[in-house]
């Protein structure tokens, strides 16, 4: 069954560190998300990505985040000048746009 | 509360018994979902019930959705030890907001061998 690969699968950073979050979606789909867990709490939609731009953000994604594609396959999330709060699970999901979505297993991020 | 809201918060069953988890959720919506979450790992997508379905089924999983309550369940039947994990509702309120998924909090779930 097609999966969602996310890579590193656990990241330990300095506080202000920039960091690359890669995630290769299935190849037929056309919707791609991250979503963020904060231990213990809900999973939170950061932003959704279709036809090579931004489709949608949360509040949670400000100028601190960026999102590419820059390859056609891969689909990163950036985060600049990382801050302790930002430690969580990433989980980035793909969709065909209609039916469920495919999350990969997440990128467990720990800001130092 | 929240859009997605899961009842109980924990539940602790022995092997065999039934599951029976709810959610609410607040606005439209297109479609909703359950995924489970085994501790520390990833989301998996267990089933998909549309706005204008009522009851669905997926071998041991049964879910219901009241559009007009604005409320799903998810019934676990003859529950395994391999069932303990967290089980979250999302609610899709479609294209028109990005297909983006709102979480519940989710309900643990706890199967005693």
């Known amino acids: 069954e097609p999966e969602v690969t996310q890579t590193p699968s656990h990241q330990v950073t300095q506080m202000g560190q920039e960091v690359i979050l890669r995630c290769v979606p299935i190849?037929?789909?056309?919707?791609f998300y991250w979503y963020r867990q904060i231990l213990g709490q809900k999973v939170e939609f950061l932003v959704s990505f279709y036809n090579n731009e931004i489709s949608e953000k949360s509040e949670i994604f400000d100028d601190q985040f960026s999102v590419e594609r820059p390859d056609g396959s891969n689909f990163t999330l950036k985060i600049r000048s990382t801050k302790l709060e930002d430690s969580a699970m990433y989980f980035c999901?793909?969709?065909?746009?209609?039916?469920?979505?495919?999350f990969g297993s997440g990128t467990r991020l720990t800001v130092v | 509360s929240q859009q997605g809201e899961e009842d109980p918060q924990a539940l602790s069953i022995q092997e065999g018994e039934n599951a029976t988890m709810n959610c609410s959720y607040k606005?439209?919506?297109?479609?909703l979902q359950w995924y489970r979450q085994n501790s520390g790992r990833g989301l998996v997508h267990l089933i998909l019930i549309r706005s204008n379905e009522r009851e669905k089924h997926s071998g041991r999983l049964r879910v219901t959705l009241d559009t007009s309550k604005k409320s799903s369940s998810l019934l676990i039947t003859a529950s395994r030890a391999a069932d303990t994990a967290s089980y979250f509702c999302?609610?899709?309120?479609?294209?028109?907001?990005?297909?983006?998924?709102?979480f519940g909090g989710g309900t643990r779930v706890l199967v005693k061998p």
């Open positions: 999302a609610t899709d309120a479609g294209k028109a907001a990005g297909n983006k998924l709102t």
């Open positions: 999901a793909s969709g065909a746009g209609v039916g469920g979505y495919t």
């Open positions: 606005t439209s919506i297109n479609n």
């Open positions: 190849s037929n789909h056309l919707y």
